[in-house]
T-cell receptor
Framework: NAGVMQNPRHLVRRRGQEARLRCSPM?????VYWYRQLPEEGLKFMVY????????ESGMPKERFSAEFPKEGPSILRIQQVVRGDSAAYFC??????????FGPGTRLTVL | GENVEQHPSTLSVQEGDSAVIKCTYS??????FPWYKQELGKGPQLIID?????GEKKDQRIAVTLNKTAKHFSLHITETQPEDSAVYFC????????????FGKGTTLSVSS
């Protein structure tokens, strides 16, 4: 049973470009959470999605960030017009039924 | 807003000693408290969790305790081994389990042989 998959593992973007981060949950998991981790910090919640629905986006910056979890395919976290402050590790977690959250290996975004 | 405080930020022990990490939380509605271990360059790995209807839970060398009245919970690792060296994070559910997790800032545990 494969774990949570994230790609790419490393992403480099120049300021002003778009970043797309993908997350494939574990088989049978319909709940996806995105978190951001800055160096030497804990993880900060961004958004919680179920298939085709955003349940809680209270941690998401109001501008430039969006997330989706379509009926088919992975969940996508999209960051438009990236700035240096967006450089961080982005983790997604999946859960089968609003219980334990299992994390992927993360995408490390570097903005030049 | 909701907050989780974690102490200490770094912890160094000798192999075979015990290690204790403590957390406090602010949201009275939190009812789920997981602990994660993160190794360098990897994602957090769930190692143990506890729910609010239980005061203590044990899994081999790892135990967690929860005091809901005081809003404290702790991780205890006995007979530490070098492979236990990692960053450990506590977390509390934002309200009911199944919602966002609020994380502490982490404890870097170093176990020397």
């Amino acid at each position: 049973n494969a774990g949570v998959m994230q790609n790419p593992r490393h992403l480099v973007r120049r300021r002003g470009q778009e970043a797309r981060l993908r997350c494939s949950p574990m088989k049978g998991h319909s709940h996806v959470y995105w978190y951001r981790q800055l160096p030497e910090e804990g993880l900060k919640f961004m958004v919680y999605l179920q298939k085709e629905n955003i349940i809680d986006e209270s941690g998401m910056p109001k501008e430039r960030f969006s997330a989706e979890f379509p009926k088919e395919g992975p969940s996508i976290l999209r960051i438009q017009q990236v700035v240096r402050g967006d450089s961080a590790a982005y983790f997604c977690a999946s859960s089968p039924s609003r219980t334990d959250q299992f994390f992927g290996p993360g995408t490390r975004l570097t903005v030049l | 807003g909701e907050n989780v405080e974690q102490h200490p930020s770094t912890l160094s022990v000798q192999e075979g000693d015990s290690a204790v990490i403590k957390c406090t939380y602010s949201d009275s509605a939190s009812n789920y408290f997981p602990w994660y271990k993160q190794e360098l360059g990897k994602g957090p790995q769930l190692i143990i969790d506890i729910r609010s209807n239980v005061g203590e839970k044990k899994d081999q060398r790892i135990a967690v305790t929860l005091n809901k009245t005081a809003k404290h919970f702790s991780l205890h690792i006995t007979e530490t081994q070098p492979e236990d060296s990692a960053v450990y994070f506590c977390a509390a559910s934002k309200g009911q389990a199944g919602t966002a997790l609020i994380f502490g800032k982490g404890t870097t545990l170093s176990v020397s042989s």
